[in-house]
């Protein structure tokens, strides 16, 4: 189930063959990319890691990742502000309280009293605190697992059926419910969605959403029959050709993102992990590819 | 921060030198391990998968993982039951919602109004519904966010100086907060918690705790320069030999767990990510080691 999921937005900081075929007109500049193997590992390991630079059309509003940080008494400058979804019914789906704005949260869940808005002692960020019994509402990021399933070497794609980007081409994906692991809930999604049974062959990407306070963590599976049907959040499941995949439809950065590094892995011959995060210009719609970056992507 | 963490509990399924080494009494057995290539890489692939079978011990209360589902209209049996922390200030912690015990809902945070605790129409968990405004207040698992930092072959351990698991040897880590990335809120917590300035190298693991809805997400870093302190939730910050780390005296399973795999990554010579789920024994304290299993551990 992913009933509302992201404002999506300018794609910089991105780079592949499939960028360059399919948007050669929007690609970004990629002002360097570092390559260096780890120093933590040994000789035998391969491990390296590619990053992309915090774009500069996002500068203005993006702190830069993995800054420096000189005395204890610094406060942390790179939690940037969360933004609402452009989804139309985020204050009843489980994305509701995702963007993390406090304000939002009026009424103690416990005790019913109504809450205050402050930096409760010890703590550096704004929380809703309830007057009458002093408890705090924490809000914390949201995990959207899914898969990405090769079947003839093709990929399974569903075109959605619901907002946001009803009519735009995803993986199937949805929100982590507690009491699942990822895969679990990558493998149940997969199946509401797009209604193929698949098992989890390995993690392929985890790629955090700060302005919208999501973390999408996407598996490689298979099908166990090649069978699949759209669920009711789906109008139409379809396998695409690499080379087919619909670049210009599609849902959510997060998913453009994930078939381009794995295309990129599949035409490099090594499937890899990948680590990053996406960059989002505030206010974006969540079929905009044009309106992010993926910064301090990091693979092995 | 990390003012609540977890139930942990008995390992098995989790094999190493370091284990046999430091609990050669508790170690349990490994009924299988299947060592596959990845079919959807190509032969370039060193993509391999490791997994640790379900424990025996365990199979009692918690669903097989990776099952298979018949047919759409069968209902997703993987989802266990959630249980409380045992953690003293559960209410007042970020984690005070994390178990998922939708019954701690009593009232919308939106407009105050009572709930009431049924499954919503289309969908199939238990949820508190305002019988007000008709919201639904989701819950999700929360993600924890830290570093393992080398230092001159040796790690960075903190001892706890709050609860749960006071006393006790833990990797800095905490709570990923919304409008941060994981490795940035990693840094952050490192920082708070060892007051060393750290950079992230490379994604390390992934480990999900279903029974209370956490996931894990361990940084490998390295100290930009050779300096830490404790920090406030500190009583001491120590470079470990990795001989020496403290394994009987280990704040929590996923940190058990990411130290293990790391020192078996070490000692074959190849950095990994590796992902798993942590299946703990309800009811166990957070600084049990002998009542969690590592299952379907994956690799890449």
């Not at 949805?174 to 199946?191: H, L, P, V």
């Amino acid at each position: 189930m992913l009933k509302a999921v992201q404002n999506l937005g300018c794609s910089s900081g991105f780079l592949s063959q499939l960028w360059k075929k399919a948007h050669h007109n929007t690609a970004c500049g990629l002002s360097s990319i570092a390559i260096s193997t780890n120093p933590l590992s040994n000789s035998a390991s391969t491990r390296t890691r590619r990053r992309y630079p915090t774009t500069t059309k996002l500068d203005s509003f993006i702190s830069p990742v993995f800054s420096t940080r000189g005395t204890r008494s610094e406060r942390p400058s790179r939690v940037c502000e969360t933004r609402s979804e452009s989804n139309p019914d985020a204050t009843t789906s489980p994305s509701s309280s995702l963007a993390g704005n406090v304000s939002k949260i009026n009424f103690c869940q416990w005790c019913g009293g109504p809450t205050k808005h402050d930096i409760p002692d010890g703590e550096e960020k704004m929380r809703a605190i309830c007057t009458v019994c002093d408890k705090i509402a924490y809000q914390n990021p949201k995990m959207v697992v899914g898969c990405l399933i090769e079947h003839d070497k093709k990929i399974l794609l569903c075109k959605r059926n619901i907002e946001p980007s009803s009519g735009l081409w995803t993986l199937p994906a949805g929100y982590m419910e507690i009491g699942e692991s990822a895969a679990d809930g990558a493998i149940r999604e997969t199946w509401e969605e797009a209604g193929a049974d698949v098992e989890v062959e390995s993690p392929f990407a985890q790629l955090d959403i700060p302005l919208i306070g999501q973390t999408y963590v996407i598996f490689l599976a298979k099908m166990k029959k090649p069978h699949f049907s759209p669920g009711p959040e789906s109008s139409e499941c379809r396998l695409f050709d690499l080379d087919d995949i619909p670049f210009d439809s599609l849902a959510f950065s997060s998913i453009f993102v994930s078939l381009n590094l794995y295309i990129d892995d599949i035409r490099s011959g090594k499937l890899k992990f990948h680590y990053g995060t996406i960059n989002k210009r505030p206010g974006s719609s969540p079929s905009d590819m044009h309106a992010f970056s993926l910064d301090n992507h990091l693979q092995c």
